[in-house]
C-alpha cells in the first residue's frame, strides 16, 4: 500500500510550506541515525524524506495531491522523486546543525534512500511539453508527438563494437565502468561515484567501434510517440513514459510529458468544474424562461431562468465539467447570468419601458414596496 504523505510527517492535507517544513526538521532530529540509534530509525528517516522532498516541493506536491498516493507512486520512481533534494540546502535553510562525524557515506545514503548511493550509466530524460485545450482535458485525448532522442544502435545492440569484435577491458577503471571521487562535505567524506568517461561506463571497449554509432552505442534518431492524456490533467503536471528518452547501456532514460493547459474562449477552469458567462435578455430575466448555453463537451444546451433572476446569479448544470483524474466522477459547469440591456429601443418598445417606470413610480409614491426591473 502507498505510503501517505501526509500521514507520514503528522500534517494536514492543507499544511503550509512553513508547516511542512516545519514538521519535518523535528522529524529530522528525532529519527535521524546519527542521534536516533533504534534499528527502524533508518527505515523512518528513509520515509520521512521521501514525504518531504514531495509535499516540500509546490509541483511535486501538486501533482502527488492531483494523482493520490497509489497512482503518484506508479508514475514516479524514487529517482523522480528525490530529483533536486538537496540535503546540504535544506539544512542550512532550517537552522539544522546535526554531527555526522562517523557516520559512514554509504550508511548515510542507506537511510536517506534505503540502499547505497551509486552511479548508473542510464540514458538521459528527455522533457516534452504538449499545449492541451479544455476540451481534451475534459475527457482525455490521444496525441501523436514526434521526439528526437538517442536510440540504441540496431547493429551492435547498444554495445558499441562491429559485429564480431572482442570486448577489451577499460584500463582507466579496470573494468568497472566507474570512477570513485572522495569528497569532504557537511555530511563528512563521502565518495562521489561518476561514469568512466573512457569507456562510456561499460568497464569495456571493443578493438572495433561501430561503425554505425562510431562505438557510442545510440543513434540520433526522430520518432513518432503516441501519448494518452488521461482526463483531469493539470497545467504543469508531468506524465511519465518509461524507457522513451536517451539511450544508456544501463537502461535507456524516460520522456516526461509536461502538460500547458491553453486558456479557453468560453469557459475558464475551477478545478474540475467549469465556469462560462450566459446572456439572458432582461425581459426573461424579469419573467423568467429558456436560454441556450455553451458545454465544454455536449454542445448547447438549454437552462431554466427563474423569473426575478439577479445579475451574478450562479446555475449549476451537472456532469458538463471536467472528468476527474483517476476517478470516474464528472465535474460540473456553472453558468453565471450576465443580464443584457438594449442599447436602442423601437418606439412601441420605449412606450411600454416608460410605462413601466411610471408604475414603479407610483408604487413608491403610495409608500408600497419599490418595483424596478430587479427588486
Known sequence: MAKNYYDVLGIQKNASQAQIKDAYRKLVLKYHPDVNKNEDA?????????????????????????????????????????????????????????????????????SFFGGQQQSKNTGQSILYRIDLGLEDIARGAKKSISVRHLKRCSRCSGKGGEPGSKPVKCRRCKGSGYMTRQQRSMFGSINTVTTCGECGGRGTYYEKACKTCSGKGGVITTENV?????????????????????????????????????????????????????????YTAVLGGRVPVHTLIGGKKE??????????????????????????????????????????????????????????????GDGKKKFGLFG
Do not use: C, W
Open 42 to 110: 533508518k527505515v523512518k528517516m528513509q520515509d520521512i524524506n521521501e514525504a518531504y522532498a514531495v509535499l516540500g516541493s509546490e509541483e511535486k506536491r501538486k501533482q502527488y495531491d492531483a494523482y493520490g498516493p497509489e497512482a503518484f507512486n506508479r508514475q514516479f520512481s524514487q529517482e523522480d522523486i528525490f530529483r533536486g533534494f538537496n540535503f546540504e540546502d535544506i539544512f542550512r535553510e532550517m537552522g539544522v546543525n546535526v554531527n555526522f562525524g562517523g557516520f559512514g557515506s554509504e550508511d548515510l545514503f542507506g
Open 226 to 282: 503516441e501519448v494518452n492524456i488521461p482526463a483531469g490533467v493539470t497545467n504543469g503536471m508531468r506524465l511519465r513514459l518509461e524507457s522513451m528518452g536517451d539511450f544508456g547501456p544501463d537502461g535507456d532514460g524516460d520522456l516526461y510529458i509536461e502538460i500547458r493547459e491553453l486558456p479557453h474562449p468560453v469557459f475558464q477552469r475551477n478545478g474540475d468544474d467549469v465556469i462560462a458567462m450566459v446572456n439572458v435578455p432582461f
Open 303 to 364: 437552462i431554466e431562468i427563474e423569473k426575478g433572476t439577479q445579475p451574478g446569479r450562479r446555475i449549476l448544470i451537472r456532469g458538463e465539467g471536467i472528468k476527474r483524474l483517476n476517478g470516474g466522477s464528472i465535474g460540473d459547469e456553472i453558468a453565471v447570468v450576465s443580464v443584457e440591456l438594449p442599447k436602442e429601443l423601437s418606439r412601441e418598445e420605449r412606450e411600454l419601458m416608460e410605462r413601466f417606470r411610471d408604475i414603479g413610480e407610483s408604487r413608491k
